[in-house]
């Protein structure tokens, strides 16, 4: 696999909630202070074909890119003497009531050292992103580097975490963009079914997948088992889902994209522009980063409403709430499973299969099991409550019954004298 056969594109990506009111707050003060502008151009119209052609929306997101005065990009990264802009595209989700960030960049570039000095560099740059720190400085020749407005992070997480500081400042915001993972993408133009590349040597795909810097000594049997079996919808393009992201290898070829816009042609009198996508986007193309953004948000939230939960149980047993004050979640159940109605059922499978490898299923038990014990609570104090006020009535019946005789009594004796 030479640089010429296919390019290598890598998304970060990073999800947090927020309600309605902190999303105005906000978004409306980052467009006022220049710090993001509406996604337009190339990448804003790739972005809403995918959308159009894939997604299904009660409020569709609304994405913005981030960034300087002048329009240039805030975040850079530092790849030996060269200094590579990062997109950073951030939206809000008004259906799930969240934002997410996400970096995208060309982690090979203008590299011409083979496959594998590729597949090391994007490792680098993915445990960059990740907060892995680097004494390399702004003058160094070698090595990753972050930058944001031109200063030197102690790493990329860093760099995407002054960029939500500076984005939410002042703005009442408790909650942080801690719930990441990442896509890689290796674009190839040839139609060539991509499974067999895997087939020869999964070792640097295994790396790429779980940025793994000793792919090179992971045996070849378990780098495969780990990968597991692909997810893919036509011959050229295998994704497989890990508990980091997705890996996607996307062969489409000019053959295929011309039988697309022939077809369209005849039967509709007008091309679909979806299928002539060659985006610089990692996953964008046939909807995988849109997975990998849902599947994100679906773990913030269900990880913010477990700490609810938590919360919740810890003040029933401590008994510091009153049964009126429950906050039941149920309701945040269903939410986190109507995630799954907005992409084709053939996108859903790589979605539920990318949850599950992320562990949201795990996380989705243990918010059951909370909201369970939550209704226990909730219906032990309201029993022991209804029981209390019965003993009470019953205690004042039997009292007032007691006055009542008294009062007889009295009045038979004083009527006799």
Known sequence: MTAAERTLLLSFASAVPLSVGESATVFDRARANG??????????????TVERFLATYPEPPARHLLVDGAGGSQFTLGIGERIVPCSVIVTWHPAYSSMTLIVTTNAVGEQNDGWHADVDLTIAVLHCLQGRPS???????????????????????????????????????????????????????????????????????????????GWRFVPRQVAREALGEP???????????????????????????????????????????????????AGLD????????????????????????????????????SVNDKHLLRGSLDILEMAN??????VNLLEQRLAGRMGIDRIIQQLDRHAEAIDDETRYAYESSVNALVTRLTWVAVGL???????????????AG
């Open 135 to 213: 004494a390399v400085d702004s003058s160094g020749e070698h090595g990753v580097r972050a930058l944001y407005r031109g200063k030197v992070q102690t790493s990329g997480w860093h760099c995407v975490l002054a960029a939500f500081d500076e984005l939410t400042r002042d703005c009442g915001i408790s909650e942080l963009p801690d719930r990441k993972a990442w896509c890689v993408e290796i674009r190839g133009y040839d139609g060539s079914p991509p499974g067999k590349a895997v087939g020869v040597d999964p070792r640097p795909f295994y790396g790429l997948a779980t940025s793994d810097e």
């Open 341 to 346: 109605s907005a992409l084709p059922a053939e």
């Open 401 to 415: 019954t007691v006055i009542t005789i008294v009062l007889g009594v009295l009045q038979i004796v004083y009527g």
């Open 231 to 281: 997810w893919g919808t036509r011959e050229f393009v295998s994704a497989y889902a890990m508990a980091s992201g997705i890996i996607c290898l996307n062969n489409k070829g000019a053959e295929y994209a011309e039988a697309q816009r022939a077809l369209a042609m005849r039967y509709f009198g007008a091309a679909e522009p979806y299928f002539d996508i060659d985006s610089a986007v």
């Open 35 to 48: 710090l993001l502008k509406p996604l337009d151009g190339r990448l804003g119209t790739e972005w809403r």
């Open 286 to 321: 046939h909807g995988m980063l849109l997975v990998l953004e849902r599947v994100l948000i679906r773990m913030a939230l269900a990880i913010q409403w477990l700490h609810r939960a938590q919360e919740e149980s810890a003040g029933l047993l401590a008994g510091t709430r």
